[in-house]
Each structure stands twice: as C-alpha cells, then as structure tokens.
C-alpha cells in the first residue's frame, strides 16, 4: 500500500507557489500523473486507487479521530503572521 498525496484541479497556481517551496516539494512529485508515470516506470501497477479528498483528516481531527489531533487543523487556526 501506497499513500500519495496528489494535487487536483482545486489547487492554484498561487497556492501552489505558496505551499510547495517552503517544504521544499517540487511540483512534479505531487503530479498524479507522473506518480502513476514513476510507479509503471518501476514495474509496478495500480491495483486500485482511492481518492480521498482534502476534508477527511480535517473532519477527523474535528471528531477526534484523528491519530494526531488538531496537527494540520491547529496549523490552520494558528494565527498568521503579517503579511508584507
């Protein structure tokens, strides 16, 4: 089992400037189709594939169901600083 985080349609290329140099990502590792180009390039295939959207750990976190509380929900609601 594989657990990839991909980007959608949703994701602009604002927020993607935004979100992607801080952690270093590079854009291609969150293409879903060079992951699934990467993974045939190995050999492998995918069995099946389930999308889980961008809700679920937050309405997780929010039910305390989560293995982590509050993590990414609390990053949320942690206040910003500034903007320049």
Request: charged fraction near 15%; charge should be negative; proline fraction near 10%.
């Amino acid at each position: 089992m594989i657990y990839q985080t991909t980007v959608t349609d949703w994701l602009t290329p604002a927020e993607a400037a935004r979100l992607w140099p801080p952690g270093s990502i590079q854009a291609s590792s969150v293409d879903p189709e060079n992951f699934e180009a990467a993974i045939a390039a190995g050999g492998l295939t995918i069995a099946q594939s389930i999308q889980l959207h961008g809700e679920w750990r937050e309405h997780a976190e929010e039910d305390g169901t989560a293995s982590r509380p509050a993590t990414a929900l609390g990053l949320a609601a942690a206040p910003q600083p500034p903007r320049l």
